[in-house]
């Protein structure tokens, strides 16, 4: 059971605009920055954004990242073929005195 | 370029131990912080430990709290993972991360008897 909830599974066809939640509580989400990663199958993750909202040099800016209360969001715009991953959002819990991860998403393009 | 190379996964038995090194290059090592995560097969990203730049705070897990020590050696470039009392569930691979940034390709540490 994963500190941050994020949806098991999202999809959609070339082109279309896809939103994966991170839903957590006043101590992590709601009081820290949060980061989003890519991950590849058999690829180590990849950072998408960091700081609830801003995006790594190189990273397309198809991908945008947002946060309101104790939830946040990763936006992905235009979706290609080669978004198909696994999704998943951090951040740092004040309570656990560590970052936690939210269990991921698999993105899969139709 | 930023490079993270993670080297000493491997088989081990259980209540044994393993020592996972990270060879970091590309950037000034001791002005970051840096971290382990693991991956167990087909699972999510976990936490596992956290050294801050100035040596001034390491954070673990619960679960290896005890077992597991994390080191650096800013002359070398290098962060290291010494784990003990090694259990089936710590199967996983390994990834060394920057700060919050880049992350290296992982190592694979497989515990069973």
């Known amino acids: 059971q994963s500190v941050l909830t994020q949806p098991p599974s999202a999809s959609g066809t070339p082109g279309q605009r896809v939103t994966i939640s991170c839903s957590g509580s006043?101590?992590?989400?709601?009081?820290?920055?949060v980061y989003w990663y890519q991950q590849v199958p058999g690829t180590a993750p990849k950072l998408l954004i960091y700081?609830?909202?801003e995006r790594p040099s190189g990273v397309p800016d198809r991908f945008s990242g947002s946060k309101s209360g104790t939830s946040a969001s990763l936006a992905i715009s235009g979706l290609r073929s080669e978004d198909e991953a696994d999704y998943y959002c951090?951040?740092?819990?004040?309570?656990?005195?560590?970052?936690?991860f939210g269990g991921g998403t698999k993105l899969t393009v139709l | 370029e930023v490079q993270l190379v993670e080297s000493g996964g491997g088989l081990v038995k259980p209540g044994g131990s393993l020592r996972l090194s990270c060879a970091a290059s590309?950037?000034?090592?001791?002005?970051?912080?840096m971290n382990w995560v693991r991956q167990a097969p087909g699972k999510g990203l976990e936490w596992v430990s956290s050294?801050?730049?100035?040596?001034?705070?390491?954070y673990y897990e619960d679960s290896v709290k005890g077992r597991f020590t994390t080191s650096r050696d800013n002359a070398k470039n290098s962060l290291y993972l010494q784990m003990n009392s090694l259990r089936v569930e710590d199967t996983a691979v390994y990834y060394c991360?920057?700060?919050?940034?880049?992350w290296g390709q992982g190592t694979l540490v497989t515990v069973s008897s």
């Open positions: 951090a951040t740092w819990d004040d309570s656990l005195s560590g970052p936690v």
């Open positions: 050294f801050s730049s100035s040596s001034s705070y390491i």
């Open positions: 590309g950037f000034t090592f001791s002005s970051y912080s």
């Open positions: 991360v920057r700060d919050w940034d880049y």
């Open positions: 006043s101590s992590n989400v709601g009081s820290n920055y």
């Open positions: 700081r609830n909202n």
